[in-house]
């Protein structure tokens, strides 16, 4: 039987500092995630299973290298966090598991079934690739050696579940302890693990023809070789993220890793293989670029926004097509504003300090602490303000419409180009600009443009 590894999320030095996690009701995310931890190492100990604690004074990247190198065959890992959202109402569980390996979606399915048989007043959130968290990959999920999980264990700022969490703390790690149990036996006798002597062979499809090298499956993870990468143009060696492994000679590294050099990747169950798609509708080196052309169509927008939220198009149901008309006539990438929107007001759910009826679509004014922003009188205008804020950024080119956007004026015209710039800028929040594009490569994933 496998060893099983446990992290508490949060409760190590981040740049110096104790990450204390989210802050809700007199408790921090690191303290309630230790306690729980700790009780569900003690139940997995008199069950008779071999179990290591990360150490809680290391970082993100510290914890991953301490699993990294005492990982065995067999070995499992995950970490545990409590959520937290701006919208207090907001509850419930998920897990998240590496994009693309069906193998730890049953996994992190079997994982939350097993702690909501404890505690089933807590709702579901399903299980869910690691692609849709914030910045689209999840480093537990995605650079860890052994199969792993990353389990939102419930929403510290919602007080249900944070009283849940206090009061039933005993049967969040019973079912915790039962999931992990199940998942150490299923994996034992599963697959060849990193660490055997033989992985199995996939097959490798580039832009729709056979690729002549095959991949291996490492984990439930489809692996191609470095000089495929290279062959894309993805220089793999290059980035210390980018986990590689070398098998008979030959260097690997995970297929789902290329995602972030916009190349598509997805998984063919009925032919092993896995499926690279690089063929660009849309420009790469421009993807990230303010001022540029949208790709989508209006249903192709419409499609996305309701397939993250069923009820997003209820208020605004011509919201697609604002976007496409007010970001093409300033000359804005009419996508990016769309994904700003989407991570600006969670898919229109909203719920923060900057409610539905204002019609502002990316927080304008919205300082926090309950400061509600700009309102505007009609959708319309809230997405024209936005535009007209980007371009201000983006461009020093003029606005060709009567200026709407209230912060207009302080703006250091043409200071950020690029997303990534506008973190720091637009938000405080410092990936700000990686989350935009997290959801952008989703939206032309779902859209078929890479």
Partial sequence: MGRIFISAGHGGLEDGRRDSGSIAGGTTEAQEMIQLRDLIVQELRSRNFEVLSV?????????????????????????IHADSSANLSVRGASVYYIANNEDRRAHAELMLIALLRRVPQLPNRGAKPDTTAGVGRLGFCRDTTAPSLHFEVGFLSN??????????????????????????RQLSGGEPQAGSLAYPEINVRINGRNYPEQG?????????????????????????????IGYHGVVYMKAVDLREFNVSVSWDHDTRSVVLKTIF???????????????????????????????ALGLFPDIPKLYRE?????????????????????????????????????????????????????????????????????????????????????????????????????????????????????????????
């Fill in 55 to 79: 150490p809680d004074d290391l970082g993100a990247a510290q914890s991953l290298s301490w699993i990294n190198l005492r990982y065995r065959s067999g070995d499992v890992a995950l970490e």
């Fill in 281 to 311: 509708q849309i420009c790469p080196g421009q993807l990230d670029r303010i001022m540029g052309h949208g790709h989508t169509s209006e249903v192709q927008l419409m499609m996305f926004l309701k397939s993250n939220n069923e009820q």
């Fill in 326 to 450: 007010e970001g093409s006539l300033e000359g804005i990438n009419y996508d990016i504003a769309f994904c700003q929107m989407c991570l600006e007001t969670n898919f229109l759910r909203f719920g923060g300090d900057v409610k539905a009826s204002q019609n502002n679509f990316a927080g304008l004014g919205a300082t926090g602490g309950g400061v509600q922003g700009a309102g505007f009188s009609s959708a319309r205008l809230g997405v024209r303000a936005q535009i007209q804020h980007l371009k201000a950024y983006a461009s020093t080119e003029p606005i060709l419409q009567e200026i709407v956007d209230p912060r207009f004026r302080f703006v250091t015209r043409g200071v950020a180009p690029l997303v990534g710039q506008l973190s720091g800028r637009w938000a405080a929040d410092l990936q700000y600009g990686t989350k935009i594009m997290a959801i952008l490569r989703r939206l032309y994933e779902a859209a078929g443009l890479i």
């Fill in 216 to 244: 291996i499956l490492v984990n439930g993870n489809a692996y191609v070789t470095i000089d495929l990468a290279d062959s894309l143009g993805v220089d793999a060696a290059a980035q210390p993220t980018i986990a590689r």
């Fill in 159 to 184: 007080p249900d579940d944070r009283q849940l969490l206090q009061t039933r703390r005993r049967d969040f790690a019973l079912g915790l302890a039962d999931g992990l149990a199940a998942w150490s």
